[in-house]
């Protein structure tokens, strides 16, 4: 059964980095699709970046150039790292696994079967 569990948590000063680990027990993570997503209370969960298969990336318009996504197939674990951070990043970013082979966007939420259980990111 494959678990995620996010860490990283902070907050930060506008302009500042932060890097989000997510560690996944139950199966290797170098054949699939995962992703991170993020919340704000009241609005709906919107992905943020997304990678896929030999190092296929996907980023949400507003984190382009600022975030990377990568994976640690060694640590079994999935990377954000977050530079040049803004208020509007503030939220709770979850970490997403797909178990099945996805076609169509890599960023929707539809596509990921197992989920972390998020992780606060304050910017300020």
């Known amino acids: 059964h494959v678990q995620l569990v996010e860490s990283g948590r902070g907050s930060v000063q506008v302009g500042g980095s932060l890097r989000l680990s997510c560690a996944v027990s139950?199966?290797?993570?170098?054949?699939?699709?995962m992703a991170w997503f993020r919340q704000v209370a009241g609005k709906e969960r919107e992905g943020v970046a997304a990678?896929?298969?030999?190092?296929?990336?996907d980023y949400a318009g507003s984190v382009a150039g600022r975030f990377t996504v990568s994976k640690d197939n060694a640590k079994n674990a999935l990377l954000l790292q977050m530079d040049n951070l803004r208020p509007e990043d503030t939220a709770t970013y979850y970490c997403?696994?797909?178990?099945?082979?996805?076609?169509?966007?890599?960023?929707?939420?539809?596509?990921?079967?197992?989920w972390g259980q998020g992780t606060q990111v304050t910017v300020s």
């Open positions: 990678i896929c298969g030999s190092g296929y990336t």
């Open positions: 997403a696994a797909g178990l099945f082979r996805i076609s169509g966007s890599p960023m929707r939420e539809g596509a990921y079967q197992r």
């Open positions: 139950g199966g290797p993570i170098s054949g699939k699709c």
